[in-house]
């Protein structure tokens, strides 16, 4: 397993979800939720990679449950790209079918109700993605999984 810490996305279309790995690769925590219609999203994303000393960038793919694009899938994927113009971290994509209806799930399972929990659902889906990720990767020993270099971006 390689050392150092991942920071997970989880991009929707008015919050971005912001998680963040321990060095060791061990276990994936919340970090913020970024406003999608901020001055500069973007931005804010790359400070945060930058400020963690990030590795590696874990995106959620958003696909439909039968594996194919979605307007979501595109939306995230240029999001992706737009990001890697800005950093010089890796970006890996990750499925992430059904991880804000389990966020919301876990919410629930602890007495939170979806009200309460739109300023935090980002961030829960967020860890799920990265753990998922990091879960991948220590039973494997592969890089969880795909390259954006594997998408190409839009015109």
């Known amino acids: ?27 994936a925590t919340p970090v913020e939720t970024v406003d999608r219609g901020s001055e ?26 039968n594996g194919s694009h979605t307007a979501s899938t595109d939306d995230a994927l240029m999001m992706a790209h ?3 113009k800005l950093t010089h971290v890796s970006i890996r994509l990750i499925d992430e079918r059904l ?27 967020a860890v799920m993605i990265l753990q998922h990720a990091l879960d991948s990767e ?7 999984g795909k390259d954006l270099s594997e998408f190409p971006a839009q015109s």
């Open 138 to 144: 220590r039973s494997t020993g592969k890089l969880p």
């Open 99 to 125: 991880t804000t209806v389990s966020a919301h799930s876990a919410m629930r399972a602890v007495g939170k109700k979806q009200k309460q929990t739109r300023s935090v659902i980002d961030q829960v889906a």
């Open 40 to 65: 500069a999203p973007l931005s804010r994303l790359v400070a945060l990679v930058d400020e963690l000393d990030a590795i590696e960038i874990i995106v959620g793919l958003p696909l439909s449950l």
């Open 1 to 27: 397993m390689r050392t150092g810490v991942r920071v997970g996305i989880d991009i929707g279309t008015v919050r971005i979800g912001v998680s963040r790995s321990d060095r060791d690769g061990y276990l």
């Open 82 to 84: 737009e990001l890697s």
